[in-house]
């Protein structure tokens, strides 16, 4: 079957501590790794991950959304405050109408109708007719980052927009997250402190808070706690910014996984969630990860089904959802018909998914089909990606075990 040789592959791919990535971008396929925090863990503008533990009780080998996500909402909210700024800051000899005007149209091209080529067109000319420009400058640079991963080209217009002036906060965000997806996490943190303490001495001045102010402490929390470790301090990151915004639901969620997976206080991490969705009854990272604090910590079966069936109505299709929820029905309900119909949906719609494929190849074992794992396994070896990337430690548990089951520890060694 094509399903096992994928399998296969995934668990070769776990030996070298890397996972495929081809093709896997934010806008790509949803694989339910726990994010270090990349793509996609909570990035507001974004998150994900992404995105858990031993084969313990089954339910444990299921991966939570973590840390990073992302919403469509970048470049509206831009468009937003470009407007506010624009017609605060004026400018001698700018036609600030047209700029402003430009600046609205090239974020409703890319953000409403992901056209990239008339988002630039409007952006470029913008910045032709206000060449130093913060806002013009800093929304392509966004174009350029989210469109097209452009990250050269995009660096050198926030780079020229934080020139034109060093405090603009939207600049100093969206650099920041673009710095994140790069994995230059300490330059995102300076970006992020710098956007945060200019939003709060605008606050200490009697202004509203900037508009991306909960958004840059939501991101600033993310990677505080997986990117570089320092839990206590994105503790307080998310605290702060539901003292602005106590329905904030990225927020809500993003302090629940900490407090689930850094302070083991599955209670407190329960609160976060329900308020969660007591604002948005349809958020689906929040419903999964309700469903699998259901099914891991506090062992309530039906509950957990209903969450995962209530996520399944939100949204059928997603493979991190369909990997879990088949998880799920093979463990706790013994419900392999169900179970495999999920596993090959799953990769039929995102057939590179490393987590499913383990999961998948681990169900394919525990049903007989060991010789055939292998076979498969064997013939596959030569075709690692060249573009693979490293994995979170928790997420290659599975797989690894998964691969001590296929094909042994002498072959392991010798590969």
Request: hydrophobic share 40%; with cysteine; charged share 25%.
């Amino acid at each position: 079957m094509h399903v096992t040789i994928r399998a296969a592959l995934a668990l070769l791919l776990a030996l070298s501590g890397r996972c495929w990535a081809e093709g896997s971008t934010r806008m790509g396929c949803e694989t339910m790794t726990r994010m270090a925090a990349g793509a996609q863990g909570t990035l507001m503008t974004g998150m994900a991950l992404q995105h858990e533990g031993e084969r313990g009780s089954l339910g444990d080998t299921s991966f939570r959304v973590s840390g990073w996500k992302e919403d469509a909402g970048s470049m509206a909210l831009r468009s937003a405050h470009a407007r506010a700024s624009l017609r605060l800051r004026g400018g001698a000899g700018e036609d600030e109408d047209e700029v402003q005007r430009l600046i609205e149209n090239g974020c409703s091209l890319w953000d409403d109708e992901k056209d990239a080529s008339g988002a630039e067109r409007c952006f470029l000319k913008a910045i032709e007719l206000s060449p130093k420009n913060e806002e013009a400058l800093s929304s392509y640079g966004v174009l350029l980052h989210e469109s097209s991963n452009n990250f050269q080209e995009a660096t050198k217009y926030f780079e020229m927009a934080l020139s034109s002036n060093p405090s603009h906060i939207d600049s100093l965000h969206f650099y920041g997250n673009m710095m994140h997806a790069m994995h230059e996490d300490l330059k995102a943190k300076m970006l992020y402190e710098r956007a945060i303490q200019e939003a709060e001495r605008m606050i200490a001045n009697g202004e509203e808070p900037h508009i991306l102010y909960v958004e840059t402490l939501c991101n600033y929390g993310a990677l505080l706690e997986k990117a570089l470790g320092e839990v206590d301090a994105a503790e307080m990151a998310y605290k702060k910014a539901l003292e602005v915004n106590p329905e904030d639901t990225s927020v809500l969620f993003n302090y629940g996984v900490l407090l689930e997976d850094r302070k083991d206080d599955v209670d407190g991490a329960q609160t976060m969630y329900l308020r969660a969705l007591e604002i948005d009854p349809e958020d689906l990272n929040v419903l999964m990860n309700m469903a699998l604090l259901l099914q891991n910590h506090r062992h309530d079966y039906h509950a957990a089904e209903k969450y995962f069936t209530k996520a399944m109505e939100v949204n059928p299709d997603r493979v991190d959802l369909l990997s879990n929820f088949a998880v799920f029905l093979e463990d706790i309900r013994h419900d392999t018909n169900r179970a495999t119909e999920l596993y090959l949906k799953a990769l039929t719609i995102c057939p590179e998914d490393v987590v499913t494929l383990a999961h998948y190849g681990g169900f394919l074992l525990r049903n007989g089909k060991a010789e055939e794992a292998e076979q498969r396994f064997k013939q596959e070896r030569a075709c690692l990606p060249q573009n693979a990337m490293e994995i979170d430690p928790e997420v290659a548990k599975p797989i690894i075990e998964l691969r001590r089951s296929l094909v042994g520890e002498s072959l392991m060694q010798q590969m």
